[in-house]
């Protein structure tokens, strides 16, 4: 995984798996403390305290389509070759909550990526799970709660093309206005392609 952004697309994959109907993402980019933190937390099944220990071995997977489970090694492992920090909290039948720190600074630290893409990605995929987007850059923040949206839109699927466009162009234009190191390239700004 060559991005932040790609480890997140990971996790909340893994915590759809596990029966999330509520997946909280949230980032903090602090350049005063030099910090980036991510923070996935799900509503999910959770973890018995012995597969705790067994989801950060590589060889150790629950997926039947291969035999190594890489992603959270490798947002471990992101973590620690940039002087961060790497958590993971689970309670049976509460959910999981995944908390990696990073130097934002260090010359090892994964760029961010495109978390826009990836969110769109996970809303186009999932239309039943709902997503809570936080994202704070210094002193700015952007939000983004499917929620809500599902609140405006009443019967029109989440998924609805012209729904996704509206949330795409939200998304950009939240992670511009807060200056994010995250990229939002010209086709995910809503506007045509």
């Known amino acids: 995984m060559l991005t932040l952004a790609q480890h997140i697309l990971d996790i909340a994959e893994n915590s759809i798996r596990a029966g999330a109907t509520l997946i ?3 980032i903090e980019e602090d350049n005063d403390q030099d910090l980036l933190s991510i923070e996935i937390h799900d509503n999910g099944h959770g973890m018995p305290p012995e597969m705790i220990k067994k989801v950060l071995d590589p060889f150790y997977t629950t997926k039947t389509v291969r035999r190594v489970g890489l992603g959270l090694p490798l947002l471990k492992d992101a973590a620690d070759r940039a002087d961060g920090v790497f958590v993971l909290d689970s309670t049976e039948n509460q959910g999981t909550k995944v908390r990696a ?5 260090h ?12 969110l769109i990605i996970l809303i186009i995929s999932n239309s039943s799970v709902d997503f809570f987007y936080k994202h704070r850059h210094n002193d ?3 939000e983004l709660d499917t929620r809500e949206i599902r609140k405006e839109i009443d ?3 989440i998924n609805h093309p012209e729904i996704i466009k ?3 162009g939200v ?5 511009i206005d807060i200056g994010s190191e995250a990229e939002t390239p010209l086709n995910d ?4 392609k």
């Open 24 to 26: 909280e993402i949230s």
């Open 101 to 105: 720190t990073f130097v934002l600074s």
């Open 107 to 118: 010359l090892d630290r994964q760029p961010l990526g495109a978390i826009n893409s990836i």
């Open 140 to 142: 700015r923040r952007f």
């Open 155 to 157: 019967d029109v699927p």
């Open 166 to 168: 509206y949330i795409r």
């Open 171 to 175: 998304i950009a234009e939240g992670l």
């Open 189 to 192: 700004r809503g506007g045509s």
